[in-house]
């Protein structure tokens, strides 16, 4: 397939029958040098080595480059660059595709692979060299960089453009990478390169992934930024392509969170669907995939936080993103919720009272607190947090939007004014956390469009009394890993409560971290709306 806009780098490529509304994956394969001349060799290689089937299989579009005048001629940057020009540019193959996308599969930025073999090996090593931020995982099979130089240059800081004074290298940006071959040394100086990057400082550790015994360097504190080295006779067998696809590729994803994102481990749709972590629930045709605290299988009592993905972010994906799973676990102090929309985006009017439904019946199922239910979302989720959280009030005693462009753009809220007016005029409360990222284009921090109304709803003057940052809130005493990133002006009610909360986060993408929900849910928990009230009434601190 020749995509238009990429004719300044030629490859061969295979889009997936069922890419649709799923983020998509992309993933480079450099392919040895004489396969690597025509788009006929190197589909010969990709199906050959198993590529081409996982690509089609997994939903995924497989990159495979070529280099007519030999790898040593190509650019370290050319897989960024062409990441650059076609992310937007592979039509659905069939469908409509997700909502906003004008009919064309959404790569996600957070979603990039690389694997290479032999000389183009050689040339994908130096590719992470001088790209790093752009790929979640990489592998090279019988190959190793052979080029470190553009360790010394400032990096690229993929996920936030348009930076200043930065001063990141790209040896400083985190990767996670399978060294795969039977030349020892050369890997090795391949591992202790990416080690450093990865913040490794001891030696390797005996491990094994599919059944293939590997030296692991891995960061204590970040599991994902790893160095994995395998001696051995390793070819283009689609059993080792599959090992690497599911032991590697399926298991990470770089989540766009910061300047290079942040490498995270994750499960993939199958392995989250069969994971005992959540339990699939189904109501009105709605999936929910519902988590109580470790240890707390019988959960009566607990409050309930509904948390809604962002548009084609389903939930199996979106549960896993931003820690309310493991902040429940940690803190024992609700159950969690995550609803799945249809086609992977919400509608007010589609998915509201579908939403309303959904929320009254896992409560009466789980044993919530009806009293103490919070409703969360990011991006779209946002939007939806704003439009079903004050068009159905009495179901919720908070809302927590992040990261939320404005809801008017999206068709089929025409009630929503209303409903706004109405809920001004009938005098409800409704606390309100908000969030948004300093970098985020999508969703600008002056462009929180309910500001105004709940500081009006919530009796609260029009100045925050008080501000929380990484000095006096959100300090590594109180878990707060990143909390430097986060200044949160927040509006006291006429009692000195706080009941408005508006958060920015520096060098923020539209993107989440989990200091995020830990703030989110410090805010939240004081609140409980009695039944049938449309006042709010304060949680006292030994009561959470």
Known sequence: MQIPGSERHPFACRVSSSACYDPVRTIYLCVPGRYARTAADAERFAEASG?????????????????????????????????????????????????????????????????????????????LAASPGLFAAA?????????????????????????????????????????????????????????????????????????????????????????RLSVGSFGPEPSLSGTV??????????????????LTP?????????????????????DCFVHRPAGREEARGLPLLVSLHGRGEPAWMFAQKNGWDALAD?????????????????????????????????????????????????????????????????????????????????????????????????????????????????APPDEEELLGLMLRLNGCGGEPGVVYTGENVYTPARGYAQGGRQRTEVWPDENGVPRVAMTVMLDMPHGAIPDESRSAWEFLRRYRRPAGSRKIAYVKEEST
């Open 51 to 127: 590529w081409a089937s996982i690509a089609e299989e997994s939903g995924s579009i497989l990159a495979t480059p070529l280099a007519p005048n030999g790898w040593e001629a190509e650019p370290a940057t050319l897989l960024a660059e062409l990441f650059a020009e076609t992310k937007g540019r592979f039509p659905v193959p069939h469908g409509d595709g997700l909502y906003g996308r004008n009919g064309m599969l959404w790569c996600w930025e957070t979603l990039v692979d690389l694997v290479g073999y032999e000389d183009g090996a050689v040339f994908a090593g130096n590719a």
């Open 266 to 286: 994750i499960l993939g749709k199958a392995g989250f669907y069969a994971s005992p972590r959540f339990v699939r629930e189904s109501v009105g045709g709605y």
């Open 330 to 442: 940690e803190t024992g102090g609700f159950i969690l919720a995550a609803p799945d929309s249809p086609e992977n985006i919400w509608f007010l009017d589609r998915d509201g009272a579908a939403l309303a439904a959904l929320v009254r019946a896992l409560t009466e199922k789980y044993g919530a607190d009806p009293e103490r239910v919070y409703l969360t979302g990011f991006s779209n989720g946002a939007m939806m947090t704003r439009q079903a959280g004050t068009s159905f009030p009495g179901l919720f005693a908070g809302l927590a939007p992040c990261n939320g462009p404005h809801s008017r753009v999206l068709p089929g809220a025409d009630a929503w004014p209303q409903a706004l007016e109405a809920l001004e005029a009938e005098g409800w409360e409704m606390p309100y956390f908000a969030y948004a990222g300093d970098r985020d284009g999508a």
């Open 245 to 262: 696809f599911r032991e590697l590729f399926e298991k990470t994803i770089r989540w766009k969170c910061g300047p290079e994102g942040e």
């Open 139 to 227: 592998a090279l099979i019988n190959g190793a960089p052979d080029d470190y130089s553009p360790g010394d240059e400032s990096s690229g800081h993929y996920m936030v453009p348009q930076l200043e004074d930065y001063g990141v290298l790209n040896r400083d940006v985190p990767v996670c990478l399978w060294l795969l071959g039977n030349d020892r040394d050369r890997a090795m100086q391949a591992a202790a390169y990416f080690a450093r990057s990865c913040g490794v400082t001891g030696g390797p550790t005996e491990a094994s992934f599919g059944g293939i015994a590997a030296e692991l360097w891995q960061n204590d504190t970040y599991p994902a930024r790893q160095v």
